[in-house]
C-alpha cells in the first residue's frame, strides 16, 4: 500500500454560452447564426457534452485540452470573443486552476478568472468555420488541501458580426473533417482545409461581459456542457501502470 494522501477535490462545472452580437436590433439576429459542433460534421446551437471528461481526476501539474468547432453561420463576418465567467473568482484563483483558449491559425490566449474577454479570431467570414481549443492546466504547485471544494465557471463564446466590411462573401460554408483529437495538443498552423479568421489576435480584451457596448447580444446556446473536470490530488497515474507491471 503506497499511503495515499487525502487532498484536494475541485469540480469544475462548465457549460458553453455562445452568443452573437452586432450593431443591429436584437430582433434582427437569428439564434442560427453561430453554431457550434463536437465533431465539425453535426451542428447546432448548444452542446450536450462536457467540456472535459467528467470522470478525470487529476493531480497537480496535469493539463488537459478539449476541442470544439465554432461556425459563423450569419450572412456577415465576424470575430470570436472567449471569456470564462467564474461564479466564485477567489476560489478559482486559489485552486491553481488555469483556463487558455486558442482559435485555428490564432496564438493562445489566457482567460482571466475577472470575466474579461479575449478575441481569439480575426476575421471569421460568413459561413466560415474555426475550430477552438480549450486546455485546462491544474497548478503543480497546488498544495494539499483536506477538505473538498467546488468551483463553478462558465465559458462565453461571442462571435461579434462585422458589418460591412468590404470583404465579398465566401463562396458557400465549408466545414472540413476534425483535425486531431480532442485530447491532443493543437497544431501551430490551420490544417483543417475549413475557412478560418485572417489573421491572428490583437490585443481585444474587454472587460465584463466582453461585449462591445454597442452591441445587441442574442444568447444562443446555454445548454449542459457538462459536468467539467473532476481535479483530485493523488499519487500520479503511474500508479496505474503500477498495477498493469
Given at each position: 500500500?503506497s499511503g495515499?494522501k487525502?487532498?484536494?477535490w475541485?469540480?469544475l462545472g462548465?457549460?458553453?454560452i455562445?452568443?452573437?452580437?452586432a450593431?443591429?436590433p436584437a430582433?434582427?439576429v437569428?439564434?442560427?447564426?453561430?453554431?457550434?459542433?463536437?465533431d465539425a460534421?453535426?451542428w447546432q446551437?448548444?452542446?450536450d457534452?462536457?467540456l472535459f471528461?467528467?470522470?478525470?481526476?487529476?493531480?497537480?501539474?496535469?493539463?488537459?485540452?478539449?476541442?470544439?468547432?465554432?461556425?459563423?453561420?450569419?450572412?456577415?463576418a465576424?470575430?470570436?470573443?472567449?471569456a470564462?465567467d467564474p461564479?466564485?473568482?477567489?476560489q478559482f484563483l486559489r485552486?491553481?486552476l488555469?483556463?487558455?483558449?486558442?482559435a485555428?491559425?490564432?496564438?493562445w490566449?489566457?482567460?482571466?478568472?475577472?470575466?474579461?474577454?479575449r478575441?481569439?479570431?480575426?476575421?471569421?467570414?460568413a459561413?466560415?468555420?474555426?475550430?477552438?481549443w480549450?486546455?485546462a492546466?491544474?497548478?503543480?504547485a497546488?498544495g494539499?488541501?483536506?477538505q473538498e471544494?467546488?468551483?463553478?465557471?462558465?465559458?462565453r463564446?461571442?462571435?461579434?458580426q462585422?458589418?460591412?466590411?468590404?470583404?465579398?462573401?465566401p463562396?458557400g460554408?465549408?466545414?472540413?473533417?476534425?483535425?486531431?483529437p480532442?485530447?491532443?495538443a493543437?497544431?501551430t498552423g490551420?490544417?483543417?482545409?475549413?475557412?478560418t479568421?485572417s489573421?491572428?489576435?490583437?490585443?481585444?480584451?474587454?472587460?465584463g461581459?466582453?461585449?462591445?457596448?454597442r452591441?445587441?447580444?442574442?444568447?444562443i446556446?446555454?445548454a449542459?456542457v457538462g459536468?467539467g473536470?473532476?481535479?483530485?490530488?493523488r499519487?500520479r497515474?503511474?500508479?496505474r501502470?503500477?498495477h498493469?507491471d
Open positions: 500500500m495515499h487525502p487532498g484536494w475541485l469540480s462548465a457549460m458553453i455562445v452568443a452573437v452580437s450593431l443591429t430582433s434582427a437569428s439564434q442560427d447564426e453561430v453554431q457550434v459542433s463536437s460534421r453535426h446551437s448548444d452542446l457534452r462536457p471528461d467528467p470522470d478525470a481526476r487529476w493531480v497537480p501539474g496535469d493539463v488537459e485540452t478539449t476541442t470544439l468547432w465554432i461556425r459563423n453561420a450569419a450572412t456577415t465576424g470575430t470570436l470573443r472567449v470564462v461564479l466564485d473568482h477567489d485552486h491553481g488555469h483556463l487558455r483558449a486558442r485555428s491559425g490564432s496564438d490566449v489566457t482567460l482571466a478568472p475577472d470575466g474579461s474577454a478575441r481569439i479570431t480575426g476575421r471569421l467570414p459561413g466560415a468555420t474555426t475550430q477552438l480549450i486546455t492546466s491544474f497548478d503543480a497546488a494539499n488541501v483536506s471544494r467546488r468551483a463553478d465557471l462558465r465559458l463564446v461571442t462571435l461579434s462585422l458589418i460591412d466590411d468590404g470583404h465579398p462573401p463562396a460554408p465549408t466545414t472540413g473533417p476534425p483535425t486531431q480532442p485530447t491532443a493543437p497544431p490551420d490544417h483543417s482545409g475549413a475557412p479568421a489573421a491572428a489576435p490583437g490585443p481585444g480584451d474587454l472587460a461581459t466582453g461585449l462591445d457596448a452591441a445587441a447580444v442574442v444568447l446556446g446555454a449542459a459536468a473536470v473532476a481535479l483530485l490530488q499519487p497515474r503511474r500508479s501502470e503500477h498493469d
